[in-house]
């Protein structure tokens, strides 16, 4: 099963990257979309950034692909 996940600019991406972890460990392909705002406060609160594991897909907010 794939699964879509769809970050926002909220706080809390600590939350996000262990849900992407989870996701990873359990073999469910992963897509990802991230918000621009997103993309801001990871810079914040991830010193690291966010990582993705092998095989998870990200995507631009205007793809029609996720």
Partial sequence: MRILVA???ASG?????RLLDRLAA???G???????YAKT???QELPDGLRLAKG???HGLKS???
């Fill in 13 to 17: 991406m600590i939350y996000a990257q």
């Fill in 26 to 28: 359990s073999g469910h």
């Fill in 41 to 43: 406060v990871i810079q």
């Fill in 7 to 9: 970050i926002t600019g």
């Fill in 56 to 58: 998870v897909e990200s």
């Fill in 30 to 36: 992963t897509d990802v979309v991230l918000s621009a």
């Fill in 64 to 66: 029609m692909n996720a």
